[in-house]
């Protein structure tokens, strides 16, 4: 027998997550929401905010764990995932998803999650607690509990998503029920966008730019961005390619020919940093715009925001209420 499901399903279903840990960022966007904003036509897509996620890292802290659940939602709102074609929800209101964690659980070894690389840079308390080592089949899960076959995800998570496929493969074995789809990554082509201090983008290093920034928050932000560290007055010839954070700013957010010109100039020494950081800003402001009064219109009626929640949760509630009891059965349990 085939161990593999068929993709009959028609469209497949797309799955993905992200951990509630505040806003979201330009990086974010680049790397991950973009396209997930692409496939809502033409894929079945599930967004997950991974709360019980957050707190296999940041469980001390959990206060404002209801405001940026929301604010995450409110990202995906504003960067054009649309709630009639997309199921956005939270995990912790779907309590089928627990169930199923732990009945994957029983078929998982522990050396499979011992050994994810990514987990081992997460553990942030010295030990590696028990819901820490169960991310991956958490992670695994979310996925298979709506029935996903695609995950569009970063880089970071193809290790997590190779002990995704393990699982469902075992699981399939095990129980001589084909019931699951061995999720496979959607890679994104963009490179990821570079911190403005020249390190990776991230919420902690405040080095980037948040969605909800105004345009003013933005161009302040842009304005620390490091540049080529040899050019200390505007009549120094410049290294586009030794510009730490503008430059590649530039080529991600610009044309070929907006790149060509400032390239030129800065090395003839005719483009101030200065200046070349507030054309920047004004490039990346008005790519944001849209973006940015999306967001502001849903923010401003927070009541069909949560009802757009509570619609996804019962849908997501619904789907993973079927898989379980087809694997409840496979198990006997029913
Ligand atoms: N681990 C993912 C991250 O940190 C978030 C996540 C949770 C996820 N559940 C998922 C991603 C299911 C894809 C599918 O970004
Ligand atoms: Fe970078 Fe522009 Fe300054 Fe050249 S002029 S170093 S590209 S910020």
């Not at 309590?95 to 987990?119: G, V, Y």
């Not at 044309?255 to 070349?276: K, L, P």
């Not at 927070?302 to 009891?325: F, M």
Request: net charge neutral.
């Amino acid at each position: 027998m085939s161990e593999v499901v068929k993709e009959t399903q028609t469209p497949p279903v797309v799955m993905s997550g992200m951990r509630a840990t505040g806003r979201l960022h330009l990086g974010h966007y680049m790397g991950v929401l973009r396209n997930w904003v692409h496939l809502q036509n033409d894929y079945t897509t599930f967004f997950m905010v991974a709360d019980w996620h957050s707190l296999t890292t940041k469980y001390e802290d959990t206060l404002r764990l209801p405001e940026y659940r929301r604010d995450i939602v409110l990202d995906w709102l504003g960067a054009g995932i649309y709630p009639t074609k997309a199921t956005l929800y939270f995990q912790s209101a779907v309590p089928e998803i627990a169930e199923l964690h732990l009945l994957l659980s029983m078929i998982t070894p522990n050396k499979w999650c011992e050994t994810d690389p990514t987990l081992k840079d997460m553990i942030t308390s010295g030990e590696l607690n028990y819901g820490l080592l169960g991310y991956p089949v958490l992670q695994t899960a979310d996925i298979l509990a709506v029935g996903g076959s695609l995950v569009p995800v970063g880089k970071d998570q193809l290790a997590h998503l190779e002990i995704s496929r393990d699982i469902a493969r075992r699981f399939n074995h095990t129980t001589g029920q084909v019931i699951f789809h061995e999720p496979r990554p959607l890679m994104t082509e963009t490179p990821s966008v570079i911190g403005l201090d020249g390190r990776k983008m991230s919420k902690s290093y405040q080095n980037g730019i948040e969605l909800a920034f105004s345009e003013d928050e933005t161009t302040k932000a842009i304005k620390t961005a490091i540049t080529d560290a040899k050019r200390l007055k505007k009549t120094d010839p410049g290294e586009p390619n030794d510009c730490v954070a503008v430059f590649p700013w530039y080529q991600t957010f610009t044309d070929a020919s907006t790149c060509e010109t400032v390239a030129s100039e800065c090395r003839a020494g005719s483009r101030g940093c200065m200046d070349c950081k507030k054309q920047l800003a004004e490039a990346v402001n008005e790519q944001l715009r849209p973006l940015r009064e999306r967001r502001s219109n849903y923010a401003q009626d927070l009541s069909q925001v949560d009802a757009i929640i509570d619609a996804g949760n019962t849908v997501a509630r619904e789907k993973a209420g079927a898989t379980l009891q087809k694997v409840r059965r496979a198990f006997n349990l029913v």
